[in-house]
C-alpha cells in the first residue's frame, strides 16, 4: 500500500487518525487504539541442518483486543519489518470489528526466506517462534494463522509445540489447519465468495442486475478463482483476467470479449495462479498487457493480486464505465488514487470489509474447533453470506445516511466498535 517512502505503520495510524477527528474520539482512546497494545520481539535459535545454530528474529504484535482474543496471520519472509507487522495487526482490528466477530487483531512474523531453508529448519523455526510466545498466546488470548509463505503445516508444526508445551489439546490455537485436522470445511473458497456477497449487496444498492454486467479482475489466485465461480453464478461476465507470468517475468491479461471461462483457464494455470500464455492464445484469449486489467471498459474493477497498484499515475486509465470497485486484495489503491476515485463517484467496497470472509471462516474454525464438532460446507458458506451481507449493509446504511465515502463508514463503524469496547471494559 501506499506511494514511495512509504511506512505502513505511519499510513495505518493517519487513517486512524482521519477518522478518529470524525468521531471526534477522546484523547485517551485515541492514544490507545493509535499503538499496540503489545509488542513482541523475540530472538529462536535454531539448529541448521548443517549443525550450526543460527538466530532468527520473530514478532508478534497484539494491537486490541477488547472484543475478543486477538486474531491473525504469521509471515515468513526475508524483509519483514515490525512497522508491517504492527500495520497489518491495526487493519486486522479493524476488520474483524467490521464484519462484527468478537475477536481483536494481532499479527506476526518471522524474518526468514522459507526458499531457503529446509522442512527440518522451517518446523524448528515454527517450534522455536511458539516455545518463545506460548504464555502469550492461545486460543482464548491471541490466535494465529497462515500469512505470506506460511502453509498449513507450519500451523501444524505450531499447534503441536503447543498442546506439547502444554500437555492439552488445543485445536482452537490456530487456524488455516488442513480439513481432517481441525480445519474448517469452505476456506479455500471463504475469501473470493466473501467478496462477491459484498459485490451482490453493492449491486442492488446501486440499482444494478448482475447478469447485465461485466467485470475485469487482477490476479487468478485463490481469490480471483472462487470470486470468478460466484460472480459468474449470479450471471456475471468476467471480459478479462490478468496474472504473473513466472517464465517471461511479467504479467499478462487473458481477454475475451463474451466472457472467459473459468474452467477452461483453470485447466491450462498452474497452483500459483499462473495462465499457460501460449494454450490461453490457443484457446482464442486476446493477450494484453498486465496493465491492461484497469483500463478496460467493463461495469465493475476487481483488483485482486497485489497491493500499490491503482495509483496516482494510473488511475486516470480507469473507464468512464467503471461502477464499482470490489477491492479483493489488502491496499490495492494508494491514498491519492483513492481520492481520485471517491471524486469520480464510483463505489467502492473497501479491502477490509470486501476481504473479510477469510478471517470470517477463521473464526468459524475457531468456533468449530473449540465446540470438536464440525459443520458442512454449507453450513459453512450460509452462515459467511449472513455475516458479509449483514456487515456489508450496516456500512452501506451508514455512508447513505451520513454521506460518507464507502471506506471511510467502514472505518467508522469498526472504530467506533472498538473504541465503545475499550470505553465499556473501563480502560479510557
Ligand atoms: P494467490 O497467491 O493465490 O494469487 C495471486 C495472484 O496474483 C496470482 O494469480 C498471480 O499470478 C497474480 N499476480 C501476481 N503479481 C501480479 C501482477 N503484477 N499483475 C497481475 N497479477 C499478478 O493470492 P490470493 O490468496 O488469491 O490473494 C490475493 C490478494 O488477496 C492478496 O492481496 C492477499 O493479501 C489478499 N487476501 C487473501 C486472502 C485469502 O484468504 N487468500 C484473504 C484476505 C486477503
Known amino acids: 500500500m501506499g506511494e514511495k517512502n512509504y511506512n505502513a505503520f505511519a499510513m495505518a495510524q493517519e487513517q486512524f487518525d482521519k477518522i478518529a477527528e470524525k468521531l471526534d474520539l477522546e484523547t485517551s482512546v485515541r492514544e490507545l487504539l493509535r499503538e499496540p497494545l503489545r509488542e513482541y520481539h523475540v530472538s529462536i535459535p535454531v539448529e541448521m541442518d548443517d549443525g550450526s545454530v543460527k538466530v532468527f528474529k520473530g514478532f508478534r504484535v497484539q494491537h486490541n483486543d477488547a472484543r475478543g482474543p486477538s486474531k491473525g496471520g504469521i509471515r515468513f519472509h526475508p524483509l519483514e519489518t515490525i512497522n508491517t507487522v504492527k500495520a497489518l495487526s491495526m487493519w486486522m482490528t479493524w476488520k474483524c470489528s467490521v464484519v462484527d466477530i468478537p475477536l481483536g487483531g494481532s499479527k506476526g512474523g518471522v524474518i526468514c ?27 482464548l488470548v ?104 513466472q517464465q517471461d517475468q511479467t504479467a499478462y491479461a487473458y481477454k475475451k470479449e463474451d466472457g472467459i471461462d473459468l474452467d477452461e483457464l483453470l485447466s491450462i494455470s498452474d497452483r500459483f495462479g499462473g495462465i499457460d500464455r501460449v494454450k490461453a492464445e490457443g484457446k482464442g484469449y486476446e493477450v494484453l498487457s498486465g496493465d491492461s486489467w484497469l483500463s478496460e471498459d467493463v461495469d465493475i474493477l476487481i483488483p485482486a493480486a497485489l497491493e500499490n497498484q491503482i495509483r496516482a499515475d494510473n488511475v486516470d486509465k480507469i473507464s468512464a464505465r467503471v461502477k464499482l470497485i470490489a477491492e479483493a486484495a489488502n491496499g490495492p489503491t494508494t491514498p491519492a488514487a483513492d481520492t481520485v476515485i471517491s471524486e469520480r463517484g464510483i463505489f467502492i467496497i473497501p479491502d477490509f470489509l470486501a476481504n473479510a470472509g477469510g478471517v470470517t471462516c477463521s473464526y468459524f474454525e475457531q468456533v468449530q474447533c473449540n465446540m470438536n464438532y ?40 469498526a472504530i467506533d466498535r472498538v473504541a465503545e469496547a475499550c470505553r465499556a471494559r473501563g480502560w479510557v
Open 113 to 139: 526466506d522459507p526458499h531457503n531453508l529446509s522442512p527440518r529448519e522451517q518446523e524448528r523455526i515454527c517450534r522455536g517462534w511458539v516455545r518463545q510466545l506460548a504464555k502469550d498466546i492461545g486460543p
Open 142 to 245: 491471541d490466535v494465529p494463522a497462515p500469512d505470506v509463505m506460511t502453509t498449513n503445516q507450519h500451523m501444524l508444526w505450531m499447534l503441536d509445540e503447543y498442546e506439547t508445551i502444554h500437555g492439552a489439546k488445543y485445536p482452537g490455537f490456530i487456524t488455516g489447519k488442513p480439513v481432517g485436522m481441525g480445519g474448517s470445511l469452505g476456506r479455500t473458497e471463504a475469501t473470493g465468495y466473501g467478496v462477491v456477497f459484498t459485490l451482490r449487496e453493492a449491486l442492488k444498492g446501486l440499482g444494478l442486475r448482475p447478469e447485465d454486467t461485466s467485470a475485469s479482475i487482477q490476479g487468478f489466485g485463490n481469490v480471483a478463482q472462487y470470486a470468478i465461480r460466484l460472480y459468474n453464478q449470479l450471471g456475471g461476465t468476467v471480459k478479462l483476467v490478468s496474472c504473473w507470468d
Open 374 to 413: 464440525f459443520w458442512e460446507k454449507d453450513e459453512v458458506l450460509g452462515k459467511l453470506d449472513l455475516k458479509m451481507t449483514s456487515a456489508f449493509r450496516a456500512v452501506y446504511e451508514l455512508a447513505v445516511k451520513k454521506k460518507l465515502y464507502m471506506r471511510d463508514a467502514a472505518y467508522v463503524i
